[in-house]
């Protein structure tokens, strides 16, 4: 209440009035004393200069309170300013610092993305899938090479029925190996092309023993003379009758009754003998398609 009464107004109107009311006091009690009431004559002006040095000293009071209140206003709007920048400054580093966050976030993602991305194709996982597609290849191959052993074994079960005696003995000896070969299928010692080698091999003897066995068959019904018959036979039966199938029906018939193959005399003279009509018999052939064509 003081302190506003002091920054009035009223301070200004007070030392004012009361300066001049003094001096017209002054003056009219210097100048006119006689004509004045006696009670104001009475009253000492001074009493009015005190009044009049309270009321300046008021003013004063003011003033120096107005200047003061003006430094303070200073400093705090030098202060406001000084928190006013570092409060920007603080907006402008919590930008930065939102945009790093931000980048940062994206980093994290991306790097996220590429964490599940190996995960996907990582080692362990793609040597899994391996270790699948080559089981899974194992057993295609044993299978596959399953079907050839039972597709051998059928084979030889249908050359069980030949009556040569000889020829039924090869037969059992082709039947042991196949078991033998499907053995080593199911142990998986061996590799699978040594397991082929061995199929292939005993496909061919097989394939050797029927075209054996169906000579002798023919051998049996026919006449000695009637070789060139007993081709004609193989082919049709083979169902083929191109050049190419003579030729190989005529090879065979070499090999299988060449006489370095025999080790006694005896066997040697009659592969010689089979060999020579087997020659024989390829000219007759060839002979015969030369008349017809």
């Known amino acids: 209440m003081l302190y506003r009464f002091i920054t009035s107004g009223y301070t200004d109107a007070a030392a004012y009035i009361s300066a001049l009311c003094?001096?017209?006091?002054?003056?009219?009690?210097?100048?006119?004393?006689?004509?004045?009431?006696?009670?104001?004559?009475?009253?000492?002006?001074?009493?009015?200069?005190v009044v009049a040095?309270?009321?300046?000293?008021?003013?004063?009071?003011?003033?120096?309170?107005?200047?003061?209140?003006?430094?303070?206003t200073s400093v705090l709007a030098a202060e406001k300013s000084m928190l006013e920048a570092i409060i920007k400054g603080r907006d402008l580093t919590l930008a930065e610092l939102k945009q790093k966050s931000a980048a940062l976030d994206a980093e994290i993602s991306a790097l996220n993305h590429k964490i599940v991305v190996m995960e996907e194709n990582s080692p362990?996982?793609?040597?899994?899938?391996?270790r699948t597609k080559l089981r899974t290849a194992e057993e295609d191959k044993?299978?596959?090479?399953?079907?050839?052993?039972?597709?051998?074994?059928?084979?030889?079960?249908?050359?069980?029925?030949?009556?040569?005696?000889?020829?039924?003995?090869?037969?059992?000896?082709?039947?042991?190996?196949?078991?033998?070969?499907?053995n080593e299928l199911k142990r998986g010692d061996l590799t699978y092309y040594e397991l082929c080698l061995k199929m292939v091999d005993i496909s061919a003897k097989i394939i050797e023993l029927n075209?054996?066995?169906?000579?002798?068959?023919?051998?049996?019904?026919?006449?000695?003379d009637s070789l060139a018959e007993s081709w004609l036979h193989f082919i049709r039966t083979n169902d083929s009758s191109d050049p190419a199938a003579v030729e190989r029906a005529f090879k065979f018939f070499k090999v299988a009754f060449h006489p370095d193959k025999f080790a006694s005399e005896a066997q040697k003279v009659e592969a010689t003998r089979y060999f020579q009509q087997s020659i024989n018999a390829h000219n007759l052939v060839k002979r015969m398609e030369n008349a017809v064509s």
């Open 22 to 49: 003094v001096a017209l006091w002054i003056y009219a009690a210097s100048q006119y004393s006689a004509v004045m009431p006696g009670y104001l004559a009475a009253i000492s002006p001074l009493y009015g200069l």
């Open 211 to 224: 075209e054996i066995g169906l000579l002798s068959s023919r051998e049996q019904t026919d006449k000695p």
């Open 53 to 72: 040095a309270f009321s300046g000293a008021l003013l004063i009071c003011k003033y120096i309170c107005l200047e003061g209140n003006a430094e303070k």
């Open 142 to 182: 044993k299978s596959a090479l399953s079907v050839l052993v039972k597709s051998l074994q059928g084979r030889i079960a249908t050359m069980m029925t030949i009556q040569d005696p000889e020829l039924l003995f090869a037969a059992d000896v082709l039947r042991q190996e196949v078991g033998l070969v499907e």
């Open 124 to 130: 362990d996982k793609q040597l899994s899938e391996l």
